[in-house]
T-cell receptor
Framework: DTAVSQTPKYLVTQMGNDKSIKCEQN?????MYWYKQDSKKFLKIMFS???????INETVPNRFSPKSPDKAHLNLHINSLELGDSAVYFC???????????FGPGTRLTVT | KQEVTQIPAALSVPEGENLVLNCSFT??????LQWFRQDPGKGLTSLLL?????REQTSGRLNASLDKSSGRSTLYIAASQPGDSATYLC??????????????FGKGTHLIIQP
């Protein structure tokens, strides 16, 4: 059973397009996250979200927006894609009381 | 602002050696610290989680320690094997009453175990 899953695994698109990445977790966790891993392999938090609040990293452009239809899903929508958005995006989840984070397999986004 | 530093950035050792990876963080107000491994082109696999009240955790050949007051953690790998080759990432979770903070990562240690 996959704990944290993401679709698609690979996404190639052109500048200016709008795209979404989907994430689902079946761990019953109360908090979900999106991270970005850049070309130098550095991982950085983008969003933290539970049913009470959304915390946005201040460096994330407002072209990026998380959308959560329910507690088990946190999708990432990106408007007007730019070349610099090319990266691997990881979804993760945790139960705040235990704190251990589980990561999805990542989505490699390439903007041409 | 929390910053996490990992030393060394890269390490290559012969199979069988015991080794230590280092992690330091600037803000000691953390909820926990987690060590991950990442294989090329893959996601993150959690290795060990240490809560802020704990001093160490062990899993098989891995042992992680935490000294919160000095802002340091070490990951000890015993009897290294070629299958241990990967990038090892240290991450801390900031403590906050709101509870939804994500992890702050170091840049990783790229480990190669030579057969």
């Amino acid at each position: 059973d996959t704990a944290v899953s993401q679709t698609p695994k690979y996404l190639v698109t052109q500048m200016g397009n709008d795209k979404s990445i989907k994430c689902e977790q079946n761990l019953g966790h109360d908090t979900m996250y999106w991270y970005k891993q850049d070309s130098k392999k550095f991982l950085k938090i983008m969003f933290s979200y539970n049913n009470k609040e959304l915390i946005i990293n201040e460096t994330v452009p407002n072209r990026f927006s998380p959308k959560s239809p329910d507690k088990a899903h946190l999708n990432l929508h990106i408007n007007s894609l730019e070349l610099g958005d090319s990266a691997v995006y990881f979804c993760a989840s945790s139960q705040f009381t235990s704190g251990s984070s589980s990561f999805g397999p990542g989505t490699r986004l390439t903007v041409t | 602002k929390q910053e996490v530093t990992q030393i060394p950035a890269a390490l290559s050792v012969p199979e069988g050696e015991n080794l230590v990876l280092n992690c330091s963080f600037t803000d000691s107000a953390i909820y926990n610290l987690q060590w991950f491994r990442q294989d090329p082109g893959k996601g993150l696999t959690s290795l060990l989680l240490i809560q802020s009240s704990q001093r160490e955790q062990t899993s098989g050949r891995l042992n992680a320690s935490l000294d919160k007051s000095s802002g340091r953690s070490t990951l000890y790998i015993a009897a290294s094997q070629p299958g241990d080759s990967a990038t090892y990432l240290c991450a801390v979770r900031r403590y906050s009453g709101g509870g939804a903070d994500g992890l702050t990562f170091g840049k990783g240690t790229h480990l190669i175990i030579q057969p």
